[in-house]
């Protein structure tokens, strides 16, 4: 079978034209696909990180608040004899930290001082196990949220010792603060940790300070982690057990009537279980920095990673994981509709082929005949050329003239080369644009969703603190005041381990009024801040802060309970001699005169508990300074405080921006 010349040309042309708009196609779906699968791997890292950063925040008040506790004892600000005292100490802290399911206290005696959450009877309990001339006694209290007693009974076959405990051991042999290993908490059934903190003297170790506080929020966290349409995102403990997984009822297993977390290499969840059990089996699943791979299962592919949360001093590894088509069906998707609509712009063009070059070839065959008829002697020469000859003028015209429709064929299959780059491009960009927005979404929705769970449990919480409720629907309200709050709380909270530092006193003033402002404005009082530019100063960055804050609280608190006419908070401060002088004055009513200010205990607040000026007098002096009230001032309130801006031989190598770099 023989094949027309212009069949040829108009296939090959076709071909051609295919192949041009394929290679095309089949480049730019490449290149997006790797952008789009290095995007994931991005977005794994981000969501991974807020893991780590929510279980950091979330875990890291439980180790302070042992620490601190721990510390006041030391200090004797509580004595570890005095039991009832402990029990405010312990009873505050439990109110101040919302997360924290129970604090206690054991002592080498064998004493110990529990206050936990309970469901029933007020909603806090105490526990009692004391020994006195050799007989140990066991009592229960339970109280409400003023510290009122609302039942009391004995509990004889109570025979708990907390020297025989994990945490109490840890932290008397390291002398040092420990984490727990996860387990189920006995009385709610929940995952949990714990964390102690040991009380040492001279004399030697006097007791422990234990925290405990559920993990099962880290759970829920996840479950509302947006990573992708599929994808998933657990933590691992050093041992191949599943400590925080989205579905919490997954990762507790009841063994022989006793709850405990499941390993990795028998949860039922299948993809997590074939990605990361060999982890568990190979003994690599604490590890040190981020690790990125890809796996398949079922016949699909998935990109996952494993990174350890950092902060904590936690032996804990976040492993996510998410389906690659999650990211690149719609690149996918798209290819195949451009590799389709190429072949029938091409199937199309070759049948025009044809027909055009059937109509071209036309005349030229009639006069081919023509010059076989001549040749043959069937037709003379002289005999005038037929109709042919000029319908082959003709065709020589329209040939011409088909040449220029033809240039515009060109030009609109180049502009329909041109279109599908550009329709590429853009769809590369859409796709950039897309994943840009959702991962510009992930801090805004962990705001969102951590102020929505926050006024929540402040709602369905008992008697529930009406200021905090209307501060959080606040800050949910205006959400573009959100980077200054970061920034300010950042300068605050960063871990310093005590330590003393030089550090700017007017970033740190800066600081305190932007976290205060909000409560003033709800108090309806105005803060004022009238200080020139200070020196550096010497001592605990966070410690100071926090008097400052609470300080400004109690003025401020003074000035709106009092209804005064005037309603004013002013901080001043000057420098001299290398010690700064900071006053907080406010124009509410005073101090009654039978108040002994800085006393344990001792406040003028109705449901105060005493501890926060001594706590503070005992922070000042600790930072090398003096806190005092100034009685001979004539109007409201005023408290002074000095502070150290010599730096110690220590502190002298340090620069302000090797301070600042730590922050």
Not at 128 to 143: C, Q
Not at 391 to 397: D, Q, S, T, V, Y
Request: proline share 3%; net charge negative; with cysteine.
């Amino acid at each position: 079978m023989k094949v027309s010349l212009g069949f040829i040309l108009a296939a090959s042309l076709a071909g051609l034209q295919f192949l041009a708009i394929i290679t095309v196609v089949s480049t730019s779906y490449v290149t997006t696909e790797k952008v789009i699968l290095e995007h994931a791997r991005e977005l794994l890292t981000e969501a991974g990180s807020n893991a780590s950063e929510h279980s950091n925040s979330f875990l890291t008040p439980a180790r302070e608040t042992a620490e601190l506790t721990s510390r006041l004892i030391e200090n004797g600000i509580v004595s570890e004899t005095d039991y009832d005292g402990l029990e405010k100490l312990l009873f505050q802290s439990l109110q101040t930290e919302s997360q924290l399911s129970g604090l206690y206290f054991g002592d080498e005696a064998g004493n110990f001082v529990y206050v936990m959450r309970s469901e029933k009877h007020g909603g806090f309990r105490t526990k009692f196990v004391l020994t006195e001339a050799g007989r140990k006694t066991t009592e229960l209290i339970w109280r409400d949220e003023s510290f009122a007693v609302l039942k009391r009974e004995v509990d004889p076959t109570d025979i708990f010792d907390p020297r025989t405990r994990p945490w109490y051991k840890n932290a008397k042999s390291t002398r040092a603060t420990n984490w727990t290993d996860p387990y189920i908490f006995f009385s709610s059934q929940q995952p949990g940790i714990s964390v102690s903190s040991p009380v040492v003297s001279d004399a030697g170790l006097k007791g422990v300070i234990g925290v405990d506080i559920e993990i099962s929020t880290i759970s829920n966290f996840l479950s509302e982690l947006e990573i992708s349409a599929n994808g998933t995102a657990l933590i691992l403990n050093q041992n191949g057990d599943v400590i925080a997984h989205p579905d919490l009822a997954q990762i507790i297993v009841n063994k022989g009537g006793r709850l405990e977390f499941i390993g990795i290499e028998n949860i039922e969840d299948p993809i997590a279980q074939g990605a990361f059990s060999a982890l568990a089996a190979t003994g690599l699943v604490e590890i040190k920095q981020e690790m990125r791979s890809e796996f398949n299962f079922a016949g699909e592919s998935y990109v996952s990673l494993i990174m350890p949360i950092t902060g904590a001093d936690l032996p804990w590894t976040i492993a996510t994981y998410a389906p690659e088509n999650d990211f690149t069906q719609s690149i996918k998707d798209n290819r195949k509709r451009n590799i389709w609509l190429a072949a029938i712009i091409s199937f199309i063009t070759a049948i025009a082929g044809v027909l055009i070059a059937e109509f071209i070839l036309r005349p030229v065959r009639a006069f081919a005949v023509r010059t076989a008829l001549v040749s043959q002697g069937e037709m003379s020469a002289s005999e005038p050329l037929p109709r042919t000859y000029k319908e082959l003028m003709n065709a020589n015209e329209a040939l011409i003239n088909e040449i220029s429709q033809r240039r515009k064929a060109d030009a609109q299959i180049l502009k329909l080369n041109r279109d599908l780059s550009h329709f590429s491009r853009l769809n590369l960009m859409g796709q950039m644009a897309t994943g840009l927005a959702h991962e510009l979404s992930q801090p805004l929705t962990a705001i969102s969703q951590n102020v929505d769970a926050a006024i929540s449990t402040a709602k369905q919480r008992k008697g529930g603190n009406e200021e905090l409720l209307s501060i959080l629907e606040e800050l949910d309200e205006q959400a573009h005041r959100g980077g200054d709050i970061i920034r300010a709380l950042r300068g605050f909270v960063r871990k310093d381990r005590g330590r003393k530092v030089l550090f700017d006193f007017n970033e740190l003033l800066e600081q305190t009024q932007r976290l205060l402002d909000h409560e003033a404005e709800v108090h309806e009082v105005e803060l004022i801040v009238d200080v020139m530019k200070m020196p550096f100063i010497s001592g605990n960055r966070t410690q100071i802060a926090q008097v400052l804050i609470n300080l400004v609280r109690n003025a401020c608190e003074a000035v709106s309970n009092a209804n005064s006419p005037v309603r004013k908070v002013v901080i001043t401060a000057n420098h001299k001699d290398g010690e700064l002088l900071v006053s907080v004055e406010d124009t509410g009513p005073g101090i009654d005169p039978d108040v002994t200010l800085f006393q344990q205990f001792e406040t003028t607040k109705k449901d105060g508990m005493g501890l926060g000026l001594s706590i503070c007098r005992t922070i000042v002096e600790a930072n090398g300074g003096r806190l005092w009230y100034d009685a001979g001032h004539k109007t409201g309130t005023r408290f002074c405080l000095t502070l150290n801006s010599k730096p110690t031989p220590n502190e002298k190598q340090m620069s302000p921006k090797t301070d600042k770099a730590l922050k």
